[in-house]
């Protein structure tokens, strides 16, 4: 069952902060995001794991509710170049991952 | 450290043929991972490669097949060739001990 991703696109000024949802109709062992800029290979962003928690690096983090079997990925402050499409996927399991529509996030200066 | 490597980069065939496409994983990673993505949608699990075994396989047909070498480097076929074959194929590596699965850049066929 693929996940379904909130909003579908977006449009900030460079400095706003944005959050992207990852929701999904299985119980979750791990959600990982992604970012995908025209044209290019999808960039690992972080993974997060069974067990609730949340990560960060830099300016960009996601939570992971198991219970919802939701995650959320939060850009503060934006730059220019977080604009991309960004993808969730998620996995039951084994290392199978479902990927979410996608989110397009487009950064004006 | 070299990261997934995909050939070739672009591929244009006409129905009816078929294609091979090849992944080289991370050094250090023995799971292979294939995706397809069309445009303008997430990446879709076709199947995972694993001890030269396919270890899971997504909804795609018989038509798309693959192989693992020892090396861990992968391919994978994809026979009589329609025009909805059409997309960008992605390579993933991973190791059993980490779940994270890295891209290769990807082959972009176009079926005419």
């Known amino acids: 069952q693929q996940p379904v991703q909130s909003p579908q696109a977006v449009i900030l000024r460079e400095g706003e902060d944005a959050v992207i949802n990852c929701s999904s109709s299985k119980a979750l062992y791990s959600v990982h995001w992604y970012r995908q800029k025209h044209g290019e290979a999808p960039v690992f962003l972080m993974i997060l794991l069974k067990g609730g928690e949340q990560k960060g690096h830099d300016k960009i983090s996601a939570s992971f509710n198991e219970k919802k079997q939701q995650s959320s990925l939060y850009l503060t402050a934006s730059q220019l170049s977080y604009s991309g499409t960004y993808f969730c996927g998620t996995a039951s399991g084994a290392q199978k991952l479902v990927f979410g529509q996608g989110t397009r996030l487009t950064i004006n200066p | 450290d070299a990261g997934v490597t995909q050939s070739p980069t672009h591929l244009i065939k006409t129905r009816g043929q078929q294609v091979t496409l090849r992944c080289s994983p991370k050094?250090?990673?023995?799971?292979v991972s294939w995706y397809q993505q069309a445009l303008g949608q997430g990446p879709q699990f076709i199947f995972q490669?694993?001890?030269?075994?396919?270890?899971q396989r997504g909804n795609f047909p018989d038509r798309f097949s693959g192989h693992q070498f020892p090396n861990y480097s992968s391919e994978l076929n994809v026979n009589a060739l329609l025009l909805g074959d059409s997309a960008l194929y992605l390579c993933a590596s991973s190791s059993p001990q980490q779940f994270t699965q890295y891209f290769g850049p990807g082959t972009r066929l176009t079926v005419l």
């Open positions: 490669y694993y001890e030269e075994e396919e270890r």
């Open positions: 050094s250090g990673h023995d799971t």
